[in-house]
């Protein structure tokens, strides 16, 4: 070889190496700037409290506020057991970020919030990484588009600013992770990397179900961009179906716990084995409708999901029954997006073969969104911003290659560094990220705290009947933690609450928690029991399983000088769920003012035969026993109560003085040292 043809060579793998360092470096800095730009939009939202939600999270998960420890226990139960004794889900990666978050800094929502923009910023930077894997071939501007206009939607802002929807971002992130090391398998052939897919895409799951479709999405990936063998598609497809089992096996075992906890649930259960309550108001969707019945809604939802990704107003924390109607045949919406969606197919199958960009773009969107259509099965809400976040990177393809197209800028220019882009080009970009980011800053305001987010909110959600309980609740929940409010505010925030559940009862006329609640504040704030009584007779005729409607009628009953019908409806309680523990407290101290001793006695060893050992239970039989004169029995079943629970400081001193008094000092020095530690 000649020696100038020698230092050409050298020359030319020197430009190479030079050009590689230089696109490195560059996309370095556009990972940097877009890590920034989710601070600069979101950042704001570390000065935000718990909203909606999260109390089932952290704020008053017991769970979660056990700390690291909890961690086993979190992976072997369900998502949320609520009051209703519905079992939610089952998201045990989330609950065990939470726990060691609140290990680490214990019940600090600035600092949560902060975590959850750092979160948002870390899936930004993994997507861009994916992207650049995967449009290695296209021009460079195709996926920094791609990922800005992610970043910046509007429709995102729900998952960022709500602590409870972090579930989404760790299945996003587990999604991605899962598709980086299914694109190392497919270039480098190892199979551990396949093991590593699989791991993260059953993180994925175990963060949120949403995480599902990409176990079609993966394996079309694969063939889109990649060109995989049959082989290493099946391969994948087993791995995924693996993950799969694994997860359906974990969540059945925490569903089956649960159900030891849970009493006279009226529920439905998925092929999971998780328990969950629906309600009305969440979808009527979910009481008698079969799959060609709820077609037309999947069609209105997809028409919802497309007008939010163009135009995206009003944001709504909920929307539910009837903010988006229950669509029919008749819905000329319906009709619309069935031709829209015919005229995509004909576009899809024309050219699909020659793996347009665009079509990946619309077959992702339409793939995930699939889950939230109300097809299959009906969703809580009916729609939601927070389903749309993972189907909206289709959208988001979609709109960075049809903007290139529009300002005729090739899709396919493989060069290594940025092209030069046209001054109209660089404005219009500009131009949509201040009004994207605008629309998600203008947002973190309303997610400041529960009462601010549904009072924003209740504005442009005037129809949903569960947004109008909600700002009522939460006007209600503003009173009680408020004791020094004023007459006029209190006034104020209890009419408000009086008037929002009477607009979703006229919404919803069955929406049975908002005739319980109302009745509770006829009662409660205006004194009006009898006003309240009809409410909480129609909230139980609608569920003659509602514990708290019948507590409330019999204590609404007391007031109005009922005491023996009031008697049969807190009986009704306890026959319903011998663990509501304040109907043994309220029917003991009506039976003591009666002068009925032996049937608080019977009353509170019913409780304890069903398997109910509450420290309440053994002070009622106690004061029973002291009355009647039985000092023995009164005090075994105080000693009893502390043993059940040993943190009564009163009940610990009262044994203290009566075990000095007897000369029994050694049992007199035990109940004192309890009287100390106990921490009230």
Known sequence: MKKNDVKGKIKAEKVIKENKFDVRKM?????????????????????????????????????????????????????VIDNQKSSYEYRPIVKAFFAIEYQIIGAKPHISHFLNVLLYAISIALLYSVLLNLLSGYNRVFPFLITLFFLIHPLHSEVVLSLKNRDVILSFIGCLLALKFYIKFIENNKYYDLFFGAFFILFALMSKKDSMTYLAIIPFTMWFFKDASLKKILWMIFSLLFSRFLFFLSSLHAANLAKKVMIGAVSLTNENGI???????????????????????????????????????????????????????????????????????????KHIKSKSIEVYGILYFLITISMFTNVLQPVVGIVGERFAYIPSLGLCIVSAWALLKLFKISVNLNELKFPTLSTSFSVTIILITLVCSGRSFARIPAWKDAYS???????????????????????????????????????????????????????????????????????????????????????????????????NLATCEVKSGQLKIAEKHYLKTLEIDPSFINSYKVLSTMYANTKEFDKILDLNKSGLARGLNSDLLHINMGNAYFIKGDTINGINSLVKAVEANSNNKKLNSYLASYYKNRGELQKAEYYYNLMVKAPR
């Open 453 to 551: 987010l549904y009072s924003t909110d209740v504005n442009n959600a005037s129809e949903s009947a569960h947004a109008n309980s909600l700002i009522a609740a939460a006007s209600v929940q503003k009173v009680k933690e408020n004791p020094k409010m004023s007459i006029q505010q209190k006034r104020f925030h209890i009419s408000n609450a009086e008037k929002y559940y009477l607009k979703s009862i006229e919404i919803l006329p069955n929406y049975i928690s908002s005739l319980n609640n109302l009745g509770m504040i006829y009662f409660s704030y205006y004194n009006k029991p009898d006003k309240a009584i009809p409410y909480l007779k129609k909230a139980i005729l609608l569920d003659s399983n509602y514990v708290e409607a019948y507590f």
């Open 27 to 79: 996309n370095r800095r556009n990972i940097l700037f877009f890590v920034l730009l989710c601070f600069l939009i979101y950042g704001k939202s570390s000065q935000n409290n718990y909203s909606m939600d999260d109390e089932f999270v952290i704020r008053n998960n017991v769970q979660v506020q056990k700390g690291i420890k909890a961690i086993p226990e979190i992976f072997s139960s369900t998502y």
């Open 275 to 349: 328990t969950r309550k629906f309600l009305e108001w969440e979808n009527p969707l979910f009481f008698k409708s079969t799959v060609l019945e709820r077609i037309p809604t999947g069609f209105y939802s997809i028409y919802f999901y497309l007008k939010m990704f163009i135009f995206p107003h009003p944001l709504l924390s909920y929307y539910g029954y009837n903010q988006v109607p229950i669509a029919n045949w008749s819905n000329p919406i319906v009709w619309g997006v069935i031709f829209f969606l015919i005229l995509v197919g004909y576009y899809v199958v």
